[in-house]
């Protein structure tokens, strides 16, 4: 298989069915840079338009409707010393009477050590003079085109992926999306160096990345929603709003992998899910929700 490097010099704020910028073949390894949320790149220079530009897309060679891309997440290397946030929290995330005691919405800047793998707020409150957080790199918007032709926002997320904003779409994790056009049409982009569940501010700390995933397609394996796997679970993730339909596509998709590829039947999967699955919030902060519906392999036949 091959290395292949992606110097975009085009971003889109949809992930659509656009002319590639690269074709590769199945199992190929791909390597590229980012922009962060804002279209900024590694030298703060404004390259793209917001929001959460990503790459002309990736024609992976075979990939067919009905097909799955698994995406392997094989390192994030961030390339920029600088990150940012807004703050304070997004009104939809506390209750209606307390909006406004809220203060104005800013931009901050975080302070990001490559070598130690450690970000600080600039200008830090004095209760937070010593908060220091360990670098968790994850992708914050990925997936591919949509069926039927449609373009879908960067801003929002749906069944091909898109703006999931989930914390574990980190180094060594896999994930499955549902091909629905020739190619696929992968594309990446707004990377964070560190999030909390839900982007409850609207934001992870952004800023930029190389990233390198290896794309490599599954045949006939027809799935609706978008599956992850990492050294301990597997999960898979619904997006849409209100927050309980988001987790209503999770546990269905869940339901039918324990049911068609782990030899449960409905009834053993009930009992299974029933009393180890875990809930995980992406997004609540976009107009589609996320959630992930995740079950630790140790439970697994």
């Given amino acids: 298989m091959t290395t292949r490097i992606l ?4 971003w889109y704020n949809t992930l659509g069915t656009v002319e590639p910028a690269l074709r590769c073949d199945s199992g190929d390894t791909v390597v590229t ?17 917001r929001p959460n530009p990503v790459n002309a897309p990736i024609f992976v060679e075979g990939a067919e409707p009905g097909d799955a891309l698994r995406v392997e997440i ?23 009477g307390a909006v406004r ?54 801003a929002t997320s749906a069944e091909n992926g898109g703006n999931m904003d989930y914390r574990r779409f980190g180094v060594g994790t896999t994930v499955w999306f549902p091909v629905a056009v020739a190619g696929a049409l992968f594309a990446l982009g707004d990377c964070h160096a560190v999030q909390g569940d839900g982007e409850i501010v609207g934001t ?22 978008p599956r992850g796997e990492t050294a301990t679970d597997i999960f898979t993730v619904g997006n849409a709003r209100p927050l309980d339909q988001a987790l209503q596509h999770a546990t269905t998709e869940m339901l039918n992998w324990l049911t ?21 919030v992406g997004n609540v902060f976009d107009p589609a ?11 697994l036949r």
């Fill in 101 to 154: 005691s809220l203060p104005t919405r800013e931009r901050v800047t975080w302070l990001i050590d490559r070598q130690m793998r450690t970000a600080r707020l600039e200008n830090a409150p004095k209760e937070l003079a010593s908060f220091v957080l360990d670098l968790e790199p994850m992708i914050g918007c990925f997936g591919v085109a949509p069926a039927s032709g449609q373009a879908l926002s960067n």
């Fill in 204 to 225: 992870g700390i952004e800023t930029t990345f190389e990233v390198e995933v290896r794309l490599s397609v599954e045949k006939s394996r027809r799935i609706i929603w």
């Fill in 33 to 49: 840079e980012t922009l962060d949320a804002a279209g900024a790149d590694r030298d703060g220079i404004v390259r793209g338009q």
């Fill in 289 to 299: 929700y996320t959630m992930a519906c995740r079950v630790a392999k140790k439970w």
């Fill in 260 to 280: 068609t590829e782990y030899g449960y039947s409905i009834m053993g999967a009930s009992h299974l899910l029933g009393q180890v699955v875990r809930y995980d």
């Fill in 7 to 10: 110097k975009p010099a085009t």
């Fill in 74 to 96: 094989l390192r994030m290397t961030p390339t920029r010393d600088t990150g940012w946030t807004y703050g304070p929290l997004a009104p939809n995330v506390i209750d209606p």
